[in-house]
């Protein structure tokens, strides 16, 4: 039996965001730097990228009504590449900040994750 905040959070996510986020996937992958930047730090910016491609993908859908599946795939592509390549524009403008946002990003990513899984199970009742 399904309940209604899972019914509702299927019915969001049309196959267009699906398989946008599959390119957002792949995007993020092929442009990933694991070994400049941390596992935690990438992991972090990679679910950050893949929401921005659920809105564009959504924004393409409902503004200009284009439903191509393919065209979806390609929008996810594009933007999770370029979100990953995020972290190499503030590395290089701004040197500093990067450095601590790696440092703190190292230290409490995973206590960050872990709280938000745990109010999560909280609110779904788990």
């Given at each position: ?42 992991i ?29 795939l ?21 040197p ?22 745990n109010?999560a199970k909280?609110?779904i009742?788990?």
């Amino acid at each position: 039996m399904i309940d209604t905040y899972t019914a509702a959070f299927l019915a969001a996510i049309t196959p267009q965001i699906f398989v946008a986020m599959m390119g957002g996937i792949v995007g993020t992958n092929i442009s990933s730097d694991i070994q400049l930047y941390g596992l935690r730090l990438t992991i972090l910016t990679a679910i950050i990228t893949l929401a921005m491609v659920g809105v564009s993908s959504e924004y393409m859908s409902v503004t200009w009504g284009n439903y191509s599946l393919l065209g979806h795939l390609l929008l996810g592509g594009i933007v999770g590449m370029s979100g990953m390549r995020l972290l190499d524009a503030l590395r290089l403008a701004l040197p500093e900040l990067m450095h601590s946002l790696i440092e703190l990003a190292g230290k409490s990513t995973l206590e960050l994750v872990t709280a938000l899984f745990n109010k999560a199970k909280k609110i779904i009742g788990l």
